[in-house]
């Protein structure tokens, strides 16, 4: 979305209220991307996992879909990340350990369909 510019001494109009709202509201179908990283001491190989929130920009609805890769950081001692919790305004990115070891660690992308 091609952002409008607003200077000091100009009169708002319609394009830079929606602005303003579809940033601050993600209306429905919106799409947003962005990237993460996990990291913390997988201490145990079998059953302990490792997470983080996301914050997303949309406040008023709960995301359709969301997805991850690890194309930052492929990762150690953790298998690939998957998504869970999808709120509005976050969702939260985990990975379960495949070795024990003082740091595990995996990111890249997240995409949210709302």
């Known amino acids: 979305m091609a952002l409008t510019a607003y200077n ?7 394009n830079t209220i929606n602005q303003l709202v579809n940033i601050l509201l993600e209306p ?5 991307v962005g990237h993460y990283e996990i990291e913390g001491p997988p201490y ?9 929130p996301v914050v ?3 406040r008023v609805s709960v995301p359709v879909s969301a997805s991850v890769d690890s194309s930052d950081d492929s990762g ?3 298998n690939a990340p998957t ?11 985990y990975a379960q350990a495949n070795a024990t070891g003082t ?5 890249g992308l997240f995409t949210v369909q709302l």
């Open 8 to 14: 000091a001494g100009d009169t708002f109009n319609t």
């Open 28 to 32: 429905s179908g919106a799409q947003e």
């Open 44 to 52: 145990t190989a079998s059953g302990s996992f490792l997470s983080g």
């Open 56 to 58: 997303t920009l949309s």
């Open 76 to 78: 150690a001692k953790l």
């Open 83 to 93: 998504t869970g919790h999808l709120t509005a305004g976050a969702m939260q990115i």
């Open 103 to 107: 740091t595990g660690h995996v990111g």
